[in-house]
Nanobody, 115 residues
Framework: QVQLVESGGGLVQAGGSLRLSCAAS????????MGWYRQAPGKQRELVGS???????TYAESVKGRFTISRDSAKNTVYLQMNSLKPEDTAVYYC?????????WGQGTQDTVSS
């Protein structure tokens, strides 16, 4: 059983920064892909970015240059550093891991960016 726990969300003013963490219950090398998603009120969940063990992270166009995904294998944790935040970045952020073809989701963390 894979468990993912997000943390680090909160309220920030536009232009500010937040760093989200996704702590996994298993070693990161077990994952095929780990991704960050977000869901704003009334909108579909969308992919923010993802990382694999063999390739550089990829990002949605809307966050490219502002968000950075990194990983700390010693802590079994993946991070989402969010800079230059905009009100339209307000959403619940989720991490997802794909392990042997199965999807595992965290519980989500609310990020609110005020104008």
């Amino acid at each position: 059983q894979v468990q993912l726990v997000e943390s680090g969300g909160g309220l920030v003013q536009a232009g500010g920064s937040l760093r989200l963490s996704c702590a996994a219950s298993v070693r990161l090398f077990s994952f095929n892909v780990m991704g960050w998603y977000r869901q704003a009120p009334g909108k579909q969940r969308e992919l923010v970015g993802s990382i694999t063990s063999i390739a550089a992270p990829t990002y949605a166009e809307s966050v490219k240059g502002r968000f950075t995904i990194s990983r700390d294998s010693a802590k079994n944790t993946v991070y989402l550093q969010m800079n230059s935040l905009k009100p339209e970045d307000t959403a619940v952020y989720y991490c997802k891991a794909v392990v042997r073809g199965l999807d595992y989701w965290g519980q989500g963390t609310q990020d609110t960016v005020s104008s």
